[in-house]
């Protein structure tokens, strides 16, 4: 149900405001992550633009529909209109960025993990890694997967090897972390790719690996999208969204969980990506 009207008071302690919409008071109840993001707007009592819980329930002294997310929040008098949030606008930004992107590289990476034990500070280190790479068309350039040789021997501890499924002999014909960084590298020249990930981690393991191994960074960050992100922006969500469930709630097939391998999981990201972007620009 969707509810539009003026914020009248905001209860900072129950999470809830009070709001007057279509000559009718609703009170309306946020859960805390909603209300750290968009709380600071309620100071000024701008208008608010939200999807809400059909049924009420009681929160504190107060029965409310629950917000489900938000659509806009604009401040409104006679000498100005300031827009602090819009869903429509931010699509619209979701739509050029997804259009204008030529050759991609999708790319997935494991990181070791503290040992069971740990004594010392854990610094991940790139331990597998997989890549799929397309022209702007859509076709595929190649794609590749390898282990890689940590630096450190206390990377390859029993933790990191049960979580991949691997033995240290597997190790022994692994990549060494400069000749990933040199693929990676040559993907950048040669293609001047765009690097689309599953969330945040990757990017800052990569840019942590280069200090670790003393080489000079690669241009990651301005190339780099969190896809993750991008679907979180472009359908108002404020979880964190798991690759799998995603993959099956925009493709409506069932996949069966894989171990932890790199390749599959950049294949999957591949195709979340193709998805996605059929599904928005066939939006109006």
Same mark, same amino acid.
């Given at each position: 149900?969707?509810?539009?009207?003026?914020?009248?008071n905001t209860y900072p302690k129950d999470?809830?405001v009070?709001v007057?919409?279509?000559?009718?008071?609703?009170?309306?109840?946020?859960?805390?992550?909603?209300?750290?993001?968009?709380g600071p707007y309620f100071?000024?009592?701008p208008y608010?633009?939200?999807?809400?819980?059909?049924?009420?329930?009681k929160?504190?002294?107060?029965?409310?529909?629950e917000?489900e997310h938000?659509n806009k929040i604009?401040?409104?008098?006679r000498?100005?209109?300031k827009v602090?949030?819009n869903?429509s606008?931010i699509r619209?930004?979701?739509?050029?960025?997804?259009?204008?992107i030529?050759?991609?590289?999708?790319?997935?990476?494991?990181?070791?993990?503290?040992?069971y034990?740990?004594?010392?500070?854990?610094?991940p280190?790139?331990? +597998?890694?997989?890549?799929v790479?397309?022209d702007?068309?859509?076709?595929?350039?190649?794609e590749?997967?390898?282990l890689?040789?940590p630096?450190?021997?206390?990377?390859?501890?029993?933790r990191t090897l049960?979580?991949l #499924?691997?033995?240290?002999?597997?190790?022994d014909?692994a990549c060494t972390?400069?000749?990933?960084? +040199?693929?990676l590298?040559?993907?950048?020249?040669?293609?001047?790719?765009?690097?689309i990930?599953?969330g945040?981690?990757?990017?800052?393991?990569?840019?942590?690996?280069f200090?670790l191994?003393?080489?000079?960074?690669?241009?990651?960050?301005?190339?780099?999208?969190n896809l993750?992100?991008?679907?979180?922006?472009?359908?108002?969500s404020k979880t964190?969204?798991?690759l799998?469930?995603?993959?099956?709630?925009? #493709?409506g097939?069932? +996949?069966?969980? +894989?171990?932890?391998?790199?390749?599959?999981?950049?294949?999957?990201?591949?195709e979340?990506?193709r998805?996605?972007?059929?599904?928005?620009?066939?939006?109006?």
């Amino acid at each position: 149900m969707k509810i539009y009207g003026k914020i009248l008071n905001t209860y900072p302690k129950d999470r809830v405001v009070k709001v007057l919409g279509n000559k009718r008071i609703f009170y309306l109840y946020m859960s805390r992550k909603l209300f750290r993001d968009f709380g600071p707007y309620f100071v000024r009592k701008p208008y608010i633009f939200v999807n809400v819980s059909v049924l009420k329930k009681k929160y504190g002294n107060f029965h409310c529909f629950e917000v489900e997310h938000f659509n806009k929040i604009v401040e409104s008098d006679r000498r100005e209109k300031k827009v602090y949030y819009n869903i429509s606008t931010i699509r619209k930004g979701v739509k050029r960025l997804i259009s204008k992107i030529n050759n991609k590289l999708f790319l997935d990476l494991e990181f070791s993990l503290p040992s069971y034990f740990q004594t010392m500070v854990h610094i991940p280190e790139i331990v +597998q890694y997989g890549m799929v790479l397309e022209d702007e068309n859509g076709n595929l350039i190649f794609e590749d997967r390898s282990l890689v040789k940590p630096v450190k021997k206390y990377s390859l501890n029993q933790r990191t090897l049960k979580f991949l #499924s691997k033995t240290r002999e597997d190790f022994d014909q692994a990549c060494t972390y400069i000749e990933f960084y +040199q693929l990676l590298e040559r993907c950048i020249m040669d293609h001047n790719v765009k690097i689309i990930a599953w969330g945040r981690n990757d990017i800052l393991t990569i840019e942590q690996s280069f200090k670790l191994n003393h080489l000079k960074p690669l241009d990651i960050r301005n190339r780099y999208i969190n896809l993750m992100q991008v679907i979180k922006n472009y359908y108002n969500s404020k979880t964190d969204l798991g690759l799998f469930n995603t993959y099956q709630k925009l #493709s409506g097939e069932k +996949q069966e969980v +894989q171990q932890h391998d790199a390749l599959e999981d950049a294949l999957m990201t591949r195709e979340i990506y193709r998805i996605f972007k059929d599904i928005i620009l066939k939006e109006n």
